[in-house]
């Protein structure tokens, strides 16, 4: 992973909040909250919660859990404090791949869109694990390949051809690059995880304009900096927003999203 891909500094969290949660995460953190609901835990972490969709899903299913959220990045547990305003959320700045907790104290570790972050997910997962109280459950999920994601397919597709001497390579490399089930659920069983599970889970993206859509990639995610390390001479937005336009129309659009959705439980 290239180091800059777990980085969401500056001003990314506001614009990844504002246009990229509404758009592609509000979804899915209402689908994990419903799954994670049905567990009933007692006792949540988060890791990688980023600016808190998944968070704020969370609180309102299980009003009366106690919920730690964690994430790599400060400023994104900044913004989701400041849109969250319950009172059993704790925010906490952590690395996966160490978490600052004792053993066998939470009933269950989500995440979403986290792990494909974590650049030695065997150690993440064996952290994981080590928190989790005996039979607990690890729930996350994760970015089907961008071909069955249309508006990441679209940006993909119009950056490479702004690029096409040097196009940029973070989707497949990260959000869209782990998503080979059989081998995630080795992956979880080498680590010591039992009863590893999963479902392809299929929503609609759906964005109040095709210019919401290019802004939410192109200056919410860190597509951002590999665009502007290559010192672009044209408006890329602007040229992105152009291709959506002429792929999805003009006015409100929609696109369809694929994840996988995975459940380990923790051995005795």
């Not at 993206?205 to 859509?213: K, L, N």
Request: charged fraction near 25%.
């Amino acid at each position: 992973m290239a180091m800059n891909d777990a980085c969401f500094q500056g001003d990314i969290p506001a614009a990844y909040d504002r246009y990229l949660v509404p758009i592609l995460f509000d979804p899915y953190a209402a689908d994990l909250a419903q799954r994670l609901a049905l567990l009933h835990p007692h006792r949540v972490l988060e890791v990688a919660a980023g600016s808190g969709a998944l968070t704020r899903a969370i609180s309102s299913a299980l009003p009366h859990a106690e919920i730690i959220a964690t994430d790599l990045n400060q400023a994104m547990l900044d913004v989701a404090a400041l849109r969250h305003s319950g009172g059993h959320v704790a925010w906490r700045q952590a690395d996966a791949l160490s978490l600052p907790f004792p053993d066998q104290i939470f009933d269950a570790v989500t995440s979403q869109f986290g792990v494909m972050f974590f650049p030695d997910k065997h150690r993440a997962y064996r952290e994981i694990l080590r928190v989790l109280r005996p039979k607990g459950t690890f729930l996350f999920n994760t970015w089907d390949a961008v071909e069955n994601n249309d508006f990441a397919k679209a940006v993909k597709a119009a950056t490479d051809a702004l690029f096409p001497d040097d196009p940029p390579d973070f989707f497949r490399r990260t959000p869209h690059g782990y998503f080979d089930a059989e081998a995630i659920l080795s992956e979880l069983e080498r680590a010591g995880f039992q009863l590893a599970t999963f479902a392809k889970v299929e929503k609609t993206a759906r964005a109040s304009s095709a210019r919401d859509a290019a802004t939410a990639f192109c200056k919410g995610s860190p597509l951002r900096m590999e665009i502007e390390a290559r010192e672009p001479k044209v408006d890329v937005l602007a040229r992105v927003t152009e291709i959506l336009e002429q792929i999805f129309g003009k006015g409100p659009i929609e696109g369809r999203m694929s994840a996988l959705v995975f459940t380990a439980e923790a051995r005795r």
